[in-house]
């Protein structure tokens, strides 16, 4: 079945780095893709949209300073945490919803990335 | 607004009780998809179903359950004869096509089986 594959699913970084994480589906191509974050024990909130070859659409309250979405691709969204904080630290997942017609469209989702921001 | 409520926030469970789980939506789209997923600790989505809003039927999977009531805007789990590999949290989720099928999750529920 189609995959969508995030990497890496955990990263250790120093503050004031940047942090790049890739969502790429395996065998489809995927024109809209969604960044979402969970905090420790909490449900996972809507980031952005990612659209191929346009800006991403990003949710109020995210930074898109910050939150740089690149989606190149109709395969791949990258998300760059910029000069990361240690209030960036969270559960990043994406979500790639492959086309279809009707009950045929699907999403599915990446395996996730931990980042810890030290 | 929120659009899914999981009004259980932490559920603990004896091993081979029965559980539910409780999903309640809000929606103006006539067509949706309702989802469960199981999050176990290493935090990976585990997608359990898919209903969408014109499919009322119940469904059986094993010792998963669903009941899908448009009137009430539910969307409940049942686990029957609960095991402690159940122990997770379970997310309820809304997509809603015309808005380019975002998920809208609820809060979770943290369920604990113990042995």
């Known amino acids: 079945g189609a995959v969508v594959s995030q990497h890496p699913s955990r990263v250790i970084c120093k503050s004031g780095t940047s942090v790049k994480i890739e969502c790429r589906s395996l065998d489809f191509q995927a024109t809209t893709m969604f960044w979402y974050r969970q905090f420790p024990k909490q449900s996972l909130m809507l980031m952005a949209t990612?659209?191929?070859?346009?800006?991403?659409?990003?949710e109020q309250g995210v930074e898109k300073d910050k939150f740089l979405i690149n989606h190149a691709s109709l395969t791949l969204s990258t998300l760059t945490v910029t000069s990361a904080h240690p209030e960036d630290s969270s559960f990043y997942i994406c979500?790639?919803?492959?086309?279809?017609?009707?009950?045929?469209?699907?999403?599915?989702f990446g395996q996730g990335t931990r980042l810890t921001v030290v | 607004a929120q659009k899914v409520t999981q009004a259980q926030t932490e559920i603990s469970v004896v091993e081979k009780e029965d559980v539910t789980l409780d999903c309640v939506y809000e929606t103006r789209d006539t067509t949706y998809y309702l989802f469960w997923y199981k999050q176990p600790p290493s935090g990976e989505l585990v997608f359990l179903i898919r209903?969408?809003?014109?499919?009322?039927q119940n469904e059986i999977s094993g010792r998963y359950s669903w009941n899908f009531q448009k009137s009430t805007s539910s969307f409940n789990f049942t686990i029957t004869a609960s095991q402690v590999v159940d122990s997770a949290v379970y997310f309820c989720a809304l997509s809603e096509p015309y808005t380019g099928n975002q998920f809208y999750f609820g809060t979770g529920t943290s369920l604990t089986v113990i042995p």
């Open positions: 990612s659209n191929e070859g346009s800006k991403a659409t990003y």
């Open positions: 979500s790639a919803t492959r086309p279809g017609q009707g009950d045929n469209t699907e999403a599915f």
């Open positions: 209903r969408n809003s014109f499919d009322e």
